[in-house]
């Protein structure tokens, strides 16, 4: 028997095969507007197993015995808790099921294997110790293996040479071993500087027409002296020995064109960035066709050239099977080479934002450099690079970002780090720079879970001399998973737009070239789903030291941060108000949009381009125009669709039943594209949409995802004659939600309307 309390004077009772019906209340009980922690589950430690699982779910407190307490915070802690609940083998291997497929996000990411198997045998009896121990490990092992995969590999052919050389005193002989090249040496053991630069240089002089390739300009100028003739932007028709460059440009312009039918020696630097960029171009709205033939081309390229040289730290096993492949095709020997010479590698911290801050405002004021990391743009939205520029106190500092770093001439950016106590990197810096400076021993990485996670490992390497390095997990968490249909899907429905069909879409899915890609995508976003437990598995796997430090924040810490940000902001207003550099798009976006002149109040109404996001959502329930032949079809397809399903309209009433309605859409709905039924999951995702991580509530998950993509505002009416039934409680009125687009949105979305 399980009982129910909400409030003063009511207790309904449940039995034990009336779970279903429990939780039903509860929804609607929450739904309705009664607090959380008003609600509580009373039961004996018969019923405990079931209360405590009812009461995880809905954040509620449960009471067993007269004990009161809310179940854990995650699925790990609520294992813990069922245990001795558990009445038999089935309820305990579902408490050990939950500790051990959640295990991942505790370890290595706030502790180590050992520490976590410890902290679960002091909180479980002795009987579940092996059982829980054993599962733990297999578990993580089987996920640190998949993990190898992505930054490693395995040759697995005999065929292939595999040579350990001391990269500061040996080269290739491209002369005498033509094939394919492949030098994964660590970060720092000079395979740019000592191996592909002086290849690169004799392949030119020998008369190879030889290219290399990297994936950013910053990468670009950091290789050669800004008057090198071989640089991709100078006058390359007259160059007989070679072009250098970003893999991009030279791989598809015509202007190469020639360049590319001679060449006898391709090397590609930092392959990982230049093949994710190449599959990256069909987001970018390049067509489905024309991606097929640049794949293609770039594959004739690597069969064509006598030679390839292809150098990553971290190379993949799926790269190394699409070389070897390659190799295969076009009969060409590989040779693979590894570091002969053991690395030291740097201790990592795991700690807090603050701790870092605080540590790098302490070295500053005695006089020692830092270099700091963030994997966030300078230009994103809300991004926090700015605030941790103006967290950090000393006038000595430096922020360099990809518009900086394009205009720094090669060599300037490492006099500027020179000169400065602190410098500041965007993801700019992942790969081709070397700081040596011998004060510059302290390394700070801000991880928000944006780019790569081996590309974090980069990061680690750029300074040198470091001994160690300081990071702080600041996201990656709660990524919306895609299946490799849903990319497929989402991939060719972009691309085409109108002409879209379900027939084009299959024909798509028997194309090998794009369908390596698609493969390409599901690593590259698998491997973001459980963004830190990866991160940190690979620095184990690389040899790092992983320590904990992970202080409790101050409130002196909290009111750092709020200043940083308040300052943050002003210089943004600021900066749009005066147009500067950085800017001025931005600022003429707004005013394009809203068709007005620029204002601190404009501004701050705009929310950093959420309010036009909530405007341009609420557009396709208005308008009744064909909008086929848009790139957003897709997207004002998908929102009608949802419209009709909610009945949405200006002033828009809903109860749990449309809230659970909406639900099931998302589930198992469809909506119409064209002449076609697509289905809704394999789009409501955040691509689209603002999705609300809860859903235990339909109706307030209902509630908050129209307020965070549609702009409505929510308000309970009295309540009206809705009646529920509940075991052993008599009817009783439901609240009925009110959901309406403030005046503010109403008028500027009624201003837009009109001007289309």
Same mark, same amino acid.
């Given at each position: 028997?399980?009982?129910?309390?909400?409030?003063?004077?009511?207790? +309904?009772?449940?039995?034990?095969?009336?779970?279903?019906?429990?939780?039903?209340?509860?929804?609607?009980?929450?739904?309705?507007?009664?607090?959380?922690?008003?609600?509580?589950?009373?039961?004996?430690?018969?019923?405990?197993?079931?209360?405590?699982?009812?009461?995880?779910?809905?954040?509620?407190?449960?009471?067993?015995?007269?004990?009161?307490?809310? /179940?854990?915070?995650?699925?790990?802690?609520?294992?813990?808790?069922?245990?001795?609940?558990?009445?038999?083998?089935?309820?305990?291997?579902?408490?050990?099921?939950?500790?051990?497929?959640?295990?991942?996000?505790?370890?290595?990411?706030?502790?180590?294997?050992?520490?976590?198997?410890?902290?679960?045998?002091?909180?479980? @009896?002795?009987?579940?110790?092996?059982?829980?121990?054993?599962?733990?490990?297999?578990?993580?092992?089987?996920?640190?293996?998949?993990?190898?995969?992505?930054?490693?590999?395995?040759? &697995?052919?005999?065929?292939?040479?595999?040579?350990?050389?001391? =990269?500061?005193?040996?080269?290739?002989?491209?002369?005498?071993?033509?094939?394919?090249?492949?030098?994964?040496? /660590?970060?720092? *053991?000079?395979?740019?500087?000592?191996? =592909?630069?002086?290849?690169?240089? $004799?392949?030119?002089?020998?008369?190879?027409?030889?290219?290399?390739?990297?994936?950013?300009?910053?990468?670009?100028?950091?290789?050669?002296?800004?008057?090198? $003739?071989?640089?991709?932007?100078?006058?390359?028709? &007259?160059? $007989?020995?070679?072009?250098?460059?970003?893999?991009?440009?030279?791989?598809?312009?015509?202007?190469?064109?020639?360049?590319?039918?001679?060449?006898?020696? +391709?090397?590609?630097?930092?392959?990982?960035?230049?093949?994710?960029?190449?599959?990256?171009?069909?987001?970018?709205?390049?067509? !489905?066709?024309?991606?097929?033939?640049?794949?293609?081309?770039?594959?004739?390229?690597?069969?064509?050239?006598?030679?390839?040289?292809?150098?990553?730290?971290?190379?993949?096993?799926?790269?190394?099977?699409?070389?070897?492949?390659?190799?295969?095709?076009?009969?060409?020997?590989?040779?693979?080479?590894?570091?002969?010479?053991?690395?030291?590698?740097?201790?990592?911290?795991?700690?807090?934002?603050?701790?870092?801050?605080?540590?790098?405002?302490?070295? %500053?004021?005695?006089?020692?450099? @830092?270099?700091?990391?963030?994997?966030?743009?300078?230009?994103?939205?809300?991004?926090?690079?700015?605030?941790?520029?103006?967290?950090?106190?000393?006038?000595?500092?430096?922020?360099?970002?990809?518009?900086?770093?394009?205009?720094?001439?090669?060599?300037?950016?490492?006099?500027? !780090?020179?000169?400065?106590?602190?410098?500041?990197? *965007?993801?700019?810096?992942?790969?081709?720079?070397?700081?040596?400076?011998?004060?510059?021993?302290?390394?700070?990485?801000?991880?928000?879970?944006?780019?790569?996670?081996?590309?974090?490992?980069?990061?680690?390497?750029?300074?040198?001399?470091?001994?160690?390095?300081?990071?702080?997990?600041?996201?990656?968490?709660?990524?919306?998973?895609?299946?490799?249909?849903?990319?497929?899907?989402?991939?060719?429905?972009?691309?085409?737009?109108?002409?879209?069909?379900?027939?084009?879409?299959?024909?798509?899915?028997?194309?090998?070239?794009?369908?390596?890609?698609?493969?390409? =995508?599901?690593?590259?976003?698998?491997?973001?789903?459980?963004?830190?437990?990866?991160?940190?598995?690979?620095?184990?796997?690389?040899?790092?030291?992983?320590?904990?430090?992970?202080?409790?924040?101050?409130?002196?810490?909290?009111?750092? +941060?709020?200043?940083?940000?308040?300052?943050?902001?002003?210089?943004?207003?600021?900066? =749009?108000?005066?147009?500067?550099?950085?800017?001025?798009?931005?600022?003429?976006?707004?005013?394009?949009?809203?068709?007005?002149?620029?204002?601190?109040?404009?501004?701050?109404?705009?929310?950093?381009?959420?309010?036009?996001?909530?405007?341009?959502?609420?557009?396709?329930?208005?308008?009744?125009?064909?909008?086929?032949?848009?790139?957003?079809?897709?997207?004002?397809?998908?929102?009608?669709?949802? %419209?009709?399903?909610?009945?949405?309209?200006?002033?828009?009433?809903?109860?749990?039943?449309?809230?659970?309605?909406? +639900?099931?859409?998302?589930?198992?709905?469809?909506?119409?594209?064209?002449?076609?039924?697509?289905?809704?999951?394999?789009?409501?995702? &955040?691509?689209?949409?603002?999705?609300?991580?809860?859903?235990?509530?339909?109706?307030?998950?209902?509630?908050?995802?129209?307020?965070?993509?549609?702009?409505?505002?929510?308000?309970?009416? &009295?309540?009206?004659?809705?009646?529920?039934?509940?075991?052993?409680?008599?009817?009783?009125?439901?609240?009925?939600?009110?959901?309406?687009?403030?005046?503010?949105?109403?008028?500027?979305?009624?201003?837009?309307?009109?001007?289309?």
């Amino acid at each position: 028997m399980i009982v129910l309390s909400c409030g003063v004077n009511c207790q +309904l009772k449940f039995g034990v095969d009336e779970s279903n019906a429990l939780r039903d209340k509860i929804v609607e009980i929450i739904g309705d507007g009664e607090p959380r922690n008003s609600v509580r589950l009373i039961s004996d430690n018969k019923s405990g197993f079931d209360a405590v699982k009812i009461a995880f779910d809905y954040k509620i407190t449960v009471v067993l015995d007269g004990h009161e307490f809310k /179940p854990g915070s995650n699925r790990f802690n609520l294992g813990v808790t069922l245990l001795p609940f558990a009445k038999n083998e089935v309820e305990e291997k579902e408490a050990i099921d939950l500790v051990v497929t959640s295990s991942h996000h505790l370890c290595p990411e706030r502790m180590s294997e050992v520490s976590l198997i410890d902290e679960v045998r002091s909180r479980t @009896c002795n009987q579940f110790h092996t059982r829980i121990a054993e599962a733990i490990k297999n578990h993580l092992n089987a996920k640190k293996n998949a993990v190898s995969l992505a930054h490693n590999f395995y040759t &697995k052919n005999d065929n292939i040479t595999e040579t350990n050389i001391d =990269l500061c005193q040996e080269r290739l002989c491209l002369d005498r071993f033509p094939g394919i090249h492949i030098v994964v040496t /660590p970060p720092g *053991t000079g395979k740019t500087t000592n191996c =592909l630069i002086p290849t690169f240089d $004799e392949a030119g002089n020998n008369g190879m027409h030889p290219i290399f390739l990297n994936p950013s300009r910053a990468f670009t100028n950091s290789l050669y002296h800004d008057q090198d $003739e071989r640089h991709y932007h100078t006058d390359i028709t &007259k160059n $007989e020995t070679g072009v250098y460059g970003v893999s991009l440009s030279i791989l598809y312009r015509k202007k190469y064109k020639h360049i590319r039918d001679k060449c006898q020696v +391709l090397i590609i630097d930092e392959f990982e960035d230049v093949f994710n960029l190449m599959h990256s171009e069909l987001g970018m709205r390049v067509s !489905v066709d024309e991606y097929i033939e640049r794949m293609d081309n770039f594959k004739k390229i690597i069969a064509d050239a006598s030679t390839v040289v292809i150098a990553d730290a971290f190379l993949s096993q799926d790269s190394f099977d699409f070389i070897s492949n390659l190799a295969t095709l076009s009969n060409k020997k590989m040779f693979v080479y590894r570091s002969s010479k053991p690395r030291n590698m740097p201790e990592i911290f795991i700690t807090t934002k603050p701790d870092i801050i605080n540590k790098i405002n302490e070295r %500053a004021s005695s006089g020692k450099k @830092c270099i700091v990391f963030s994997d966030e743009a300078h230009n994103a939205k809300k991004s926090n690079v700015n605030v941790l520029v103006n967290a950090i106190n000393t006038p000595k500092k430096i922020l360099i970002d990809a518009d900086t770093a394009r205009k720094f001439p090669n060599g300037a950016i490492n006099k500027n !780090v020179s000169s400065k106590l602190v410098s500041i990197f *965007t993801p700019v810096v992942k790969n081709g720079f070397s700081f040596t400076d011998k004060d510059l021993t302290f390394t700070a990485i801000f991880s928000n879970g944006l780019v790569q996670p081996n590309d974090i490992m980069q990061f680690v390497h750029r300074a040198r001399n470091a001994n160690n390095a300081f990071l702080a997990l600041l996201g990656g968490k709660n990524r919306v998973y895609k299946n490799s249909d849903h990319i497929i899907t989402e991939l060719v429905m972009s691309a085409l737009g109108c002409d879209y069909s379900i027939e084009r879409l299959h024909e798509y899915c028997h194309n090998p070239t794009l369908m390596h890609m698609v493969n390409r =995508l599901f690593i590259q976003h698998k491997l973001c789903l459980d963004y830190n437990f990866t991160l940190l598995t690979m620095l184990e796997q690389q040899g790092y030291k992983i320590s904990y430090l992970l202080p409790e924040l101050k409130n002196s810490d909290k009111k750092m +941060l709020e200043l940083a940000e308040l300052k943050t902001e002003e210089e943004r207003i600021f900066g =749009l108000l005066n147009r500067s550099e950085f800017y001025a798009k931005e600022a003429l976006d707004i005013e394009r949009f809203y068709g007005e002149k620029l204002s601190e109040e404009l501004i701050r109404f705009d929310d950093r381009g959420n309010t036009r996001r909530i405007i341009t959502n609420n557009i396709p329930l208005y308008k009744c125009t064909d909008d086929s032949n848009s790139q957003e079809s897709v997207t004002f397809a998908m929102i009608r669709s949802l %419209a009709n399903e909610l009945n949405l309209s200006g002033n828009y009433s809903f109860s749990g039943y449309e809230a659970d309605k909406f +639900l099931a859409w998302i589930e198992n709905g469809k909506f119409k594209f064209g002449h076609e039924l697509i289905a809704v999951k394999k789009f409501f995702n &955040k691509d689209y949409f603002i999705i609300p991580s809860k859903r235990g509530i339909p109706i307030r998950f209902l509630e908050s995802f129209l307020n965070k993509n549609f702009g409505y505002k929510t308000d309970s009416s &009295k309540p009206k004659n809705y009646y529920r039934d509940g075991p052993g409680s008599v009817r009783s009125k439901r609240a009925v939600k009110i959901a309406y687009l403030p005046n503010d949105i109403s008028y500027w979305l009624t201003k837009k309307l009109a001007s289309q």
